[in-house]
């Protein structure tokens, strides 16, 4: 991992609450700047404002020069940039409408509750500044019967290289080991709200407290959740096969292909017999899927690169779980587990 990677983190996500749930996985002392990232409480607005959010996005015009150095405008093209350091995020359409992270995240937020006093969980910029996020979420966690930590937040993100509308969701996070559950993994249709970067996209909050319903049925669909999975016996055979069939190994693989999958098979299987974050649910499909989770959070590289730098990890996870390709797998995952939970 590079000095800079770590560097990013440690000074563009803040994070809040870490006296109740410790510090997140990237914090290194020797790399935090003038200020903290971690509070002890939530993360107040005004810091997201000031360290983060205090700049806009803007419309700058692209213009072609010619080798006689006159230029040629592109009037069906316009660079989206940062308007302090002229950073490119992308180039594309005069009608791409720009959401700046100010008004449609914390601003957003505010009107969701209505109440500047925000529970921030975090706040980041993604991307080299490219995304941004903010998370609301109650002091406090439940715990379910099975004894597992979760805590229900908000999620609102939004983008300046269009790779994200504007989007806000619930979602639950594992205490322990801050996997990510999705409302949308066990609710119809799931809760979120999107507003694209198009003239005719208008935010409507009533409409997305109708949608999001909150937080007050996400505590209680999390819980349940956790505990049906708690309540499914996983022998060691079936957990042998589910790891078969999520990390195939097929016979003509060639010898260093081989020799990674065994290793993340054996990851796994050490995630599933002593690792805090899995093993106290051994023998139970919530252990299974915790372990699956976890890897893909806290170990996987990107399916591009050997190894993933932290910053490359955190905004892979994070785009996973705004995009709901966290929620696909998720769902292939609980497919599986069923399955051979049914017929061993």
Known sequence: MSEESLRWLNNQILVGFTEKNGKPWWFRQDVQGDEPSIYPGPVPSEDVLRRLFSWDAEKWPVVLQQPNGNSIPLERQVAIVHGETGHMFR???????????????????????????????SAGLLRRGAGAFIT?????????????ELKSRLLAATSHDSKIASTYKMVNTIVVC????????????????????????????????????????????????VDSLADITVT????????????????????????????????????????????????????????????RHHLAASSTKANSSLEERFNRNMANVISDKALTDDQELLRVIESVVRTI
């Open 91 to 121: 180039v594309g359409s005069p009608r791409y409408v720009i959401h700046q992270y100010r008004d449609w995240l914390l601003d957003v937020a505010s009107h969701i509750f209505g109440t500047n006093e925000l529970h921030i969980g």
């Open 136 to 148: 609301i979420e109650r002091p406090e966690a439940v715990v379910s019967r099975s004894g597992m």
């Open 178 to 225: 801050d996997n990510t559950l999705d409302y949308a993994l066990y609710g119809e249709g799931g809760a979120k709200y999107r507003v694209r970067h198009s003239p005719n996209s208008f935010l409507r909050i009533p409409e997305v407290r109708e949608t999001l319903n909150l937080m007050i049925e996400s505590d209680k669909g999390v819980v349940e959740f």
């Open 236 to 295: 060691e055979s079936q957990w042998q096969e589910i790891v078969s069939q999520l990390v195939d190994i097929p016979k003509d693989s060639l010898p260093r292909v081989r020799a990674r999958l065994e290793n993340k098979r054996l990851v796994m299987d050490d995630l599933w017999r002593t690792d805090p974050r899995c093993a106290p649910w051994r023998g139970s499909a919530l252990g299974a899927f915790q372990v699956f989770n976890t890897y």
